[in-house]
């Protein structure tokens, strides 16, 4: 799914600006393509930033689940009396 978002920013500017034929308009056309382009690649990025969110969630549900508690990158065993495994 975002290598359809990463080709489409690169692409849309290149057909935009590879534009052989004059045509009414031909301005705001060109606008468009790069607003698109860029709402793209905002999309792009809230993609990623989801992508590491949640990754950094996985990460942390399965210490937990493991006894570990995580603080600031580093996993700690939980004592026994804390049910730790």
């Known amino acids: 799914m975002m290598g359809l978002y990463v080709s489409v920013c690169w692409l849309n500017p290149l057909i935009a600006l590879s534009n052989e034929v004059g045509f009414h308009n031909s301005q705001i056309w060109e606008k468009i393509v790069f ?3 860029g709402f793209e690649a905002m999309l792009c990025l809230c993609w990623i930033g989801m ?3 949640s990754c950094v969630a ?3 549900w399965r210490s937990g689940r493991r ?3 995580v603080r600031m990158g ?3 065993a939980r004592g026994s009396e804390q049910g730790g495994v």
């Open 35 to 37: 607003a698109e382009t």
């Open 74 to 76: 580093r996993v700690e």
């Open 51 to 53: 992508l590491v969110l």
């Open 58 to 60: 996985v990460h942390r």
């Open 67 to 69: 006894g570990g508690v």
